[in-house]
């Protein structure tokens, strides 16, 4: 790596540092063992997070619009789970699917969601909902519900 490639690294990370901060709390949020301080991270990033909301470790908050994710109170959210507010489609799928869209996600007081699950942008999970290990929602999911399978279907 060449100066002038450190000095254009280095204009470019001062441009977007707001990027840069929200990145260094993602990962730092990823790897910590303490659910209470990973959430305070989350927090720190723009997440609306309520009171004691537990958060594991290898969580991933939307790295690029975290601000759009609401998570209220007493949720807890379990290892690698992932949620998304945004889409970003590559190149191919960009003159069908057109550019970015940002649909805010809510998490509802209560809810939990199991290992490995992926929350999709526009969704809300209801109030004491469980959703499933494994689960990828894609649609609402109503209050007091139990929601597995892919794509998570609600089950009485």
């Not at 002038?4 to 990823?30: C, G, N, P, Q």
């Not at 609402?140 to 892919?150: E, T, Y």
Request: some cysteine; charged content about 15%.
């Amino acid at each position: 790596m060449n100066t002038t490639d450190i000095r254009r690294l280095a204009t470019y990370a001062w441009e977007h540092k707001h990027m840069v901060y929200s990145y260094f709390l993602l990962r730092l949020a990823m790897v910590s063992p303490f659910v209470g301080f990973n959430a305070f991270l989350h927090r720190l990033r723009g997440v609306a997070i309520g009171k004691k909301v537990k958060i594991a470790r290898n969580v991933i908050v939307d790295p690029v619009e975290p601000g759009s994710i609401t998570i209220e109170d007493y949720v807890t959210i379990s290892p690698r789970v992932t949620i998304f507010a945004h889409t970003n489609p590559t190149l191919p799928l960009y003159e069908y699917m057109g550019p970015r869209t940002v649909n805010p996600v809510r998490i509802k007081e209560g809810a939990q969601i199991g290992t490995g699950a992926l929350v999709l942008p526009g969704v809300t999970i209801g109030r004491y909902c469980i959703i499933g290990a494994g689960a990828v929602v894609t649609k609402d999911i109503p209050d007091f519900m139990l929601a597995v399978g892919v794509p998570a279907n609600p089950v009485n």
